[in-house]
């Protein structure tokens, strides 16, 4: 009896990218976002003018290192970008890309319900 190949999935490379889209996303909603300052805002354009400047800390002759620190100053960009921003808006967005639109239901809100009650069958 022979064992059929089964194709195995590395789940940290799918976690990674799927974090890495949604980091791409909280960004792209925070750039957008008119609450955000303009001098927050140019770290991304910064960023990615990086890539295309003449001036790099690794020439993008050398294959794949090149790239690499390209590729770095971009997540740099995008975290620092998105450290600067106030908090309670990245809060707002990172819940919408985790829960959808239901996000905008705060359940952290300390609203009290006042109202009776009554027992209909005490046994």
């Not at 064992?3 to 996303?25: G, W």
């Not at 808006?89 to 819940?95: D, G, K, L, S």
Request: glycine share 4%.
């Amino acid at each position: 009896m022979t064992k059929k190949p089964s194709i195995v999935t590395n789940e940290k490379d799918d976690n990674f990218l799927s974090n890495l889209m949604k980091q791409v996303r909280l960004v792209w909603l925070l750039f957008t976002d008119s609450r955000i300052g303009m001098l927050t805002k140019s770290v991304v354009p910064l960023s990615l003018l990086y890539t295309i400047s003449p001036v790099d800390f690794i020439p993008d002759v050398i294959l794949g290192l090149g790239q690499l620190d390209d590729l770095g100053v971009i997540l740099l960009g995008m975290t620092l970008f998105i450290k600067l921003c106030p908090p309670d808006i990245v809060e707002q967005y990172t819940r919408l890309l985790d829960y959808g639109s239901d996000a905008h239901t705060d359940l952290d809100n300390d609203e009290t319900v006042d109202a009776s009650y009554r027992v209909l069958n005490e046994d």
